[in-house]
T-cell receptor, first 110, second 115 residues
């Protein structure tokens, strides 16, 4: 079945850029998503990218998609303490189901 | 709009007990789903529904039942709880699925412990 993989932890200094990486296996993925989960809360959609795009920028967020390598990344510019959270990569294949990665815990150090 | 609401927020069960996790949305969304979140494993889809009267299995349906008698409500039933069902459960809804306009809205979660 489909698989989505992420590294579990990332620490950055406040003001630096964060890059969270994700790989997926489903070549039929239509959309790829990044969700943010703050402590004790549900998931919030941050951004998404359609599979025929290479890049999408949305304020401090930049999503890069390498479809050949099935690699997705999320770059957060000027990372702030409020960005500390778990970030999930997800892909939509068939049957209206989202497949999530295990999540990357981003810690922003002062 | 209240969005997606879930009750209870916390629950402790003994092995073999049954219970229902409630989920409701007031956005007139057709698509609703249940996920469980376990450490290091992300979210896994349990069951989903594309409209009232229609449900289908996700990745990990065993031990769970669902029904969708109304558009608003999508309860998740544990018939005989097992320690392996200790997890955080999230309900989500969207207009019609996972297309470009179909942002999934998540509830705050129910933290379930089975002893």
């Amino acid at each position: 079945g489909e698989d989505v993989e992420q590294s579990l932890f990332l620490s950055v200094r406040e003001g630096d850029s964060s890059v969270i990486n994700c790989t997926y296996t489903d070549s039929s993925s239509t959309y790829l998503y990044w969700y943010k989960q703050e402590p004790g809360a549900g998931l919030q959609l941050l951004t998404y990218i359609f599979s025929n795009m290479d890049m999408k920028q949305d304020q401090r967020l930049t999503v890069l998609l390498n479809k050949k390598d099935k690699h997705l990344s999320l770059r957060i510019a000027d990372t702030q303490t409020g960005d500390s959270a778990i970030y999930f990569c997800a892909e939509s294949g068939s049957a209206r189901q989202l497949t999530f990665g295990s999540g990357t815990q981003l810690t922003v150090l002062p | 709009n209240a969005g997606v609401t879930q009750t209870p927020k916390f629950q402790v069960l003994k092995t073999g007990q049954s219970m229902t996790l409630q989920c409701a949305q007031d956005m007139n969304h057709e698509y609703m789903s249940w996920y469980r979140q376990d450490p290091g494993m992300g979210l896994r889809l349990i069951h989903y529904s594309v409209g009232a009267g229609i449900t289908d299995q996700g990745e990990v349906p065993n031990g769970y039942n669902v029904s969708r008698s109304t558009t608003e409500d999508f309860p998740l039933r544990l018939l005989s709880a097992a320690p392996s069902q200790t997890s955080v459960y999230f309900c989500a809804s969207s207009l019609s699925g996972t297309g470009i306009t179909d942002t999934q809205y998540f509830g705050p979660g129910t933290r379930l412990t089975v002893l």
